[in-house]
């Protein structure tokens, strides 16, 4: 006998935000091991490729011996303040933020070696889901998040994430509508007047890894303009202002997509799908954030980074591109061809990258390092490809150069 329609997981609302509280960089910036440098892991996208890799790299940070600047010795990975994941890498990237060094005991027969896609494509298939996935409220990412969730996150949520001490887990995902970055923070959750604490790990692990057409989008409600969210002053100067500061002008489209949430009756509900199509690096935030807080800095406004000298990356890229040989033949390659030969939105993920847009300089001769770390089946590339030392030096001593290519 078929089983009942089900329903997705709904986000709570909140009737009042509270920017003290909650999952979000200026609670979390408490537990940042040096309060001088904050040390930045970047897992892209890449399927189980990524999170094979990402997990690769946290063995190899954690093997890895370092001195702290007091003389003390621990982990590379110890010293790691935020971790981003986009897809393949968001599993990875909760993953750790849940269960810190448990992790290395338990992942790779939790889920690594695990036929997670297999179990999917058998769930899809049994009848006893079929009513359930031709309801409109409930597709294939929500019978894939139910899977998540017995194989690895055992029903934690951001307010477990929140409880730890352990690093910054920024998951994004794409909002389908407008093309945007999503990230899962109380930042952004306060604007959806919605409680992100409540949120499962394995629905924004689901939303981050929904590839277009294979899976369905993940909805949440936005109850925005319905709690006493303020948009931040430092903000509005760069929304409403005629002469705003000059960052990227990305960055500042950003912040207006941003906003449009708080608008819940127009948008009562978004849908997001894998963050790769917005960022399958997942550098174009920390870039993006990177670069209002050097603007409100050049125009005198504190900013939570002032106090920082150091921000160090490592872009841990899992992007492969087998060669094909579809020029040979007159009939196009077929769509399950496409998307298990090429990264889904390739182009995309390339105009994303963060040296396309970097600039130079020196400050005290000090220097700053974005290394990207890729598989072994590809070059390995560890490059200069930007001084990011903070606060940043005045216009007047900056280099113009730009970063190698």
Request: aromatic fraction near 8%.
């Amino acid at each position: 006998m078929l089983a009942g329609c089900a329903s997705r997981p709904v986000n709570p609302s909140l009737a009042v935000t509270d920017s003290s509280t909650g999952y979000r960089f200026q609670t979390r910036q408490a537990h940042f091991k040096d309060k001088d440098d904050i040390v930045i892991l970047a897992f892209s996208g890449g399927g189980t490729r990524a999170a094979a890799f990402s997990y690769g790299v946290l063995e190899f940070l954690r093997r890895t011996e370092v001195v702290g600047p007091k003389g003390e010795k621990g982990s590379l990975l110890d010293h790691v303040d935020i971790i981003t994941g986009v897809s393949g890498g968001s599993f990875t990237a909760l993953a750790y933020g849940l269960y810190g060094d448990r992790l290395f005991s338990e992942y790779e027969q939790r889920f690594l070696k695990r036929n997670v896609q297999g179990e999917i494509v058998a769930r899809t298939l049994n009848p006893a889901n079929w009513a359930s996935l031709g309801s409109t409220h409930w597709g294939r990412s929500e019978l894939a998040a139910q899977l998540y969730d017995e194989v690895l996150f055992d029903g934690a949520t951001f307010g477990d994430l929140d409880r730890g001490s352990g690093p910054m887990i920024l998951a994004s995902a794409t909002d389908i509508s407008t093309g945007a970055r999503f990230v899962f923070n109380q930042n952004i959750f306060d604007i959806l007047c919605s409680d992100l604490s409540a949120m499962p790990l394995s629905r924004a692990a689901a939303a981050s890894s929904a590839v277009p057409v294979v899976l369905s989008p993940v909805t949440i409600n936005n109850y925005g303009g319905g709690c006493n969210t303020v948009i931040p002053a430092w903000v509005k100067r760069f929304t409403e202002s005629a002469e705003p500061p000059r960052p990227a002008a990305r960055a500042i489209r950003g912040l207006k997509e941003t906003e449009t949430y708080a608008d819940g009756a127009r948008r009562p509900y978004l849908h997001l799908v894998d963050g790769g199509v917005s960022d399958n690096v997942g550098m174009r935030g920390v870039l993006d954030s990177l670069e209002l807080m050097e603007a409100l800095h050049d125009a005198g406004v504190p900013t939570p980074l002032d106090r920082v000298r150091r921000v160090i990356v490592f872009i841990v890229n899992s992007l492969s591109a087998p060669p094909t040989d579809w020029d040979q033949s007159e009939a196009p390659p077929g769509t399950l061809e496409i998307l298990v030969k090429r990264p889904v939105f390739r182009s995309i993920a390339t105009r994303t990258k963060p040296w396309n847009c970097s600039r130079t300089w020196r400050r005290d001769g000090e220097r700053c390092v974005w290394s990207e770390i890729r598989p072994r089946w590809q070059p390995t590339r560890t490059r200069q490809w930007r001084r990011h030392c903070w606060p940043p030096p005045p216009r007047s001593m900056r280099s113009t150069s730009r970063s190698p290519h």
